[in-house]
């Protein structure tokens, strides 16, 4: 029964390319969020999204777009792949109030 | 700029002992503290949290500490065992200001914590 699952675990691809992860939670929580690892394992947020606000870091290119077909499922639109977009990408999603976030397990992009 | 820093990159204890992980932040507007566990090739979990009206938190082995006008935080868990070597991050965020934790969470670098037997 996992809480926040995401797919692929593992992305491949080539410089210019467009993918997509996904991010499903099961939580019944409002709020869903992106974060990126990089290569010096800073976790930052990229996104966080619930059925009435997309909160947007003014740091994340607008080559990445999230999008939410319900409230269960936030997606990771990446468009002409760049080198520097290799990184660790966490989906995680939160209740209300001061509950504790919870994290998917990560999809790890290498772009060569 | 690190709104929260985690000085130690590693921590080694003994089995039994206790471990002591210290993180430091810089932001005012911070109200909200937590720890995550993470294990290689696995997203954060959830440890324990503390709010800005509390100096401390336990929960079983494990025990936060805030100090405010320090703008310190520790993470104490007693006794130490094998099963808690994990990379270590404490994150925190505006959860009043940004009406409920929306603008997401602000993590320190972790801290990897060996525990040898």
């Known amino acids: 029964d996992t809480a926040v699952s995401q797919t692929p675990k593992y992305l491949v691809t080539q410089m210019g390319n467009d993918k997509s992860i996904k991010c499903e939670q099961n939580?019944?929580?409002?709020?869903m969020y992106w974060y990126k690892q990089d290569s010096k394992k800073f976790l930052k947020i990229m996104f966080s999204?619930?059925?009435?606000?997309?909160?947007i870091n003014e740091t994340v290119p607008n080559r990445f777009s999230p999008k939410s077909p319900d409230k269960a499922h936030l997606n990771l639109h990446i468009n002409s792949l760049e080198l520097g977009d290799s990184a660790v990408y966490f989906c995680?999603?939160?209740?209300?109030?001061?509950?504790?976030?919870?994290f998917g397990d990560g999809t790890r992009l290498s772009i060569l | 700029d690190q709104q929260v820093k985690q000085n130690s990159p590693s921590l080694s204890v003994q089995e039994g002992r206790i471990s002591i992980l210290n993180c430091d932040y810089t932001?005012?507007?911070?109200?909200?503290f937590l720890w995550y566990k993470k294990y290689p090739a696995e997203g954060p979990t959830f440890l324990i949290s503390?709010?800005?009206?509390?100096d401390k938190n336990e929960d079983g082995r494990f025990t936060v500490f805030l100090n405010k006008s320090a703008k310190h935080l520790s993470l104490h868990i007693v006794p130490s065992q094998p099963g808690d070597s994990a990379v270590y991050f404490c994150?925190?965020?505006?959860?009043?200001?940004?009406?409920?934790?929306?603008?997401?969470?602000?993590f320190g670098k972790g801290t990897h914590l060996i525990i040898q037997p």
């Open positions: 939580l019944g929580h409002d709020t």
């Open positions: 999204y619930n059925n009435k606000e997309l909160i």
């Open positions: 995680a999603s939160k209740g209300q109030g001061d509950q504790p976030q919870h």
């Open positions: 994150a925190a965020t505006e959860l009043l200001y940004s009406g409920g934790g929306a603008d997401g969470l602000t």
């Open positions: 503390i709010s800005s009206i509390k």
């Open positions: 932001n005012s507007m911070f109200d909200y």
